[in-house]
């Protein structure tokens, strides 16, 4: 039998209202949960999932909530107190007592003891935790704060779903056997501790943006989950100058992410974007989140490196066309970048700005004097930096050579073709200058 | 409270072949000292710990094939750093341990571990 109309009207509603609730109230749900076993993210988890399933039945038979969001909450919560009441009976080791399983009446718990506005920061805080391996933390706070499914974050994260599932259980038996605790840390480690968690959800975003190898450039899911949790962090911590940059620098980003691959999907370089597809309304809240959070630097708070990266963003953002970028004012903020965050990645990058500012010539002195640097020796932006200012310098044995270096180490597909394009734009010339061992039969 | 132990791991080419003088050997236990009156009053408990004799002086002894015990001369792993001294700390929670852990006296790592609960009222 097929439903009748009104009633697949129905429930397509309630579909759509517990979506709209998880993607809006599922962190929330999560911490108060949290909050309520004392910190058991495997029993907040299973309360905020199974809270998720009971609205989906119960919202069919009775209607949507006025407030879905405090009807999870409370349904969570009474969820982590009977399993905490049957643990307990069971330790005592007495019979089971019957447990009710009604919904629970709207106005049974005060919502507001509940939550508290720190718990989802908690939750962030217990998620990051620099005891965790940086994937765990990647992973946990993907699952409990941002609520992706483990077989979304495993396609993310390009591990197979037991692999992601195992990693998950792990961290949470971690932070349970180890005790991890579930709280904010105080003012003396926050900056810190904020910085780890500024660099999961970065590390997030860039996973998202050029994800290290696969197929697509870009997977949205990890970037706009980032966005989302950096979104969150402006609401928790509005003051944090570093929290308010991040925000920047993935607006920013995300700005330019329609201008970024072509119709094939491979990547098109900043000199060559279409500026005119830019996203100008993220492009001003960026601007927005950078001038907020450069309004709370002070003589003891020297911009950190989510801002730093910000101003660089916004250079991009602010200039016209590709050839009205204000290189001079870029390298001087990779310069402070490069002081507060010493990474040959940074280093690498200043060198491009240089290579900008100063032509190519200079700019591949500037790449040798950091290329040698080991943690570089398998980065694959190294020669596809020195082949672009080869190219551009008409050196073009030179410049086939880097690609074929780069094409070598690049484990993304659409980086591949990108590269492999650029190689054979320049394979059937005879070369400038000969360069000895570099002609390919 | 949870019961943490800290494994401190060392390189022992560091102390050379001589053994410590009185005075450099009376200079750490004044520093180990120091260390356990930190946890004791900043809300833990040292509840044991001792400096253990170099792996020169170890023997490993290894379950064979053939079913008994085979000894060997030194310690169970070959690695530069080895474990050198320990502590048992009660702390409130992994951070707070952390937070002793970094104030153990030694130029080498502290290895934290949880100690798993086994006393019947825990």
Not at chain 1, 253 to 264: F, H, S
Not at chain 2, 45 to 50: D, F, K, M, Y
């Amino acid at each position: 039998m097929t439903p009748a109309p009104a009633e697949d009207g129905r429930a397509a509603q309630v579909d759509a209202a517990v979506s709209a609730a998880h993607a809006d109230s599922w962190a929330r749900v999560v911490a108060a949960a949290a909050r309520a076993s004392g910190g058991n993210l495997t029993q907040a988890e299973d309360a905020a999932s199974e809270a998720f399933l009971q609205a989906l039945q119960t919202w069919g038979s009775r209607g949507v909530p006025r407030d879905p969001a405090a009807w999870l909450i409370r349904t969570a919560h009474r969820k982590v107190v009977d399993q905490q009441r049957r643990e307990a009976t069971l330790r005592r080791k007495l019979p089971v007592l019957a447990t009710t399983d009604a919904a629970p009446r709207e106005d049974a718990v005060d919502i507001d003891a509940l939550t508290a506005l720190d718990d989802r920061l908690r939750l962030v805080f217990t998620c990051c935790h620099p005891a965790l391996a940086m994937q765990s933390r990647v992973a946990l706070t993907l699952r409990l704060v941002g609520g992706l499914t483990t077989a979304e974050i495993a396609a993310g994260m390009l591990v197979s779903d037991a692999a992601l599932a195992a990693r998950i259980t792990r961290a949470k038996r971690k932070i349970e056997t180890a005790k991890i605790p579930y709280r904010v840390p105080p003012e003396s480690e926050l900056v810190d501790r904020l910085d780890g968690v500024l660099t999961v959800i970065h590390l997030i975003s860039t996973t998202g943006h050029t994800a290290p190898a696969g197929g697509a450039l870009r997977r949205s899911d990890l970037a706009d989950r980032a966005l989302d949790l950096s979104a969150m962090l402006a609401v928790l911590l509005p003051d944090e100058p570093e929290v308010l940059g991040l925000l920047a620098l993935l607006e920013l980003t995300e700005a330019r992410a329609p201008a970024r691959v072509d119709a094939e999907g491979a990547p098109v370089l900043l000199s060559d974007q279409d500026r005119a597809r830019w996203d100008a309304d993220r492009i001003a809240a960026g601007l927005q989140w950078l001038d907020r959070a450069r309004q709370r630097l002070g003589p003891d708070r020297a911009a950190g490196r989510f801002l730093l990266q910000a101003g660089i963003a916004a250079a991009h953002a602010d200039a016209d066309t590709f050839a009205d970028t204000d290189w001079s004012a870029i390298v001087a903020l990779y310069d402070r970048l490069l002081e507060r965050w010493p990474s040959p990645v940074v280093a690498l990058n200043r060198a491009v700005a240089i290579a900008f500012r100063d032509g190519p010539s200079l700019g591949l002195a500037a790449i040798d004097e950091v290329a040698g640097d080991a943690r570089l020796a398998r980065y694959h932006y190294v020669p596809a930096a020195r082949a672009d200012l080869l190219r551009r310098l008409g050196r073009r044995a030179a410049a086939r050579q880097e690609y074929r270096r780069a094409l070598a180490l690049v484990d993304n597909d659409a980086e591949r073709r990108f590269l492999q394009r650029r190689l054979d734009s320049l394979a059937d010339d005879v070369g400038d200058t000969p360069v000895t061992g570099s002609h390919q039969p | 409270m949870t019961q943490y132990m800290f494994l401190i791991y060392g390189d022992e080419a560091a102390f050379g072949d001589e053994p410590p003088t009185p005075e450099m050997w009376q200079e750490m236990m004044q520093a180990h000292l120091v260390f356990q009156e930190g946890v004791n009053s900043n809300g833990g408990r040292v509840l044991g710990g001792e400096a253990l004799a170099p792996t020169t002086a170890a023997t490993t002894v290894r379950p064979s094939r053939e079913g008994d015990a085979l000894v060997t001369d030194g310690p169970f792993a070959e690695t530069k750093e080895a474990l050198g001294g320990y502590y048992l700390v009660e702390a409130e929670d992994l951070d707070r341990a952390l937070a002793f852990a970094k104030t153990v006296p030694t130029t080498g790592c502290v290895e934290v571990r949880p100690v798993v609960p086994t006393a019947p009222d825990q």
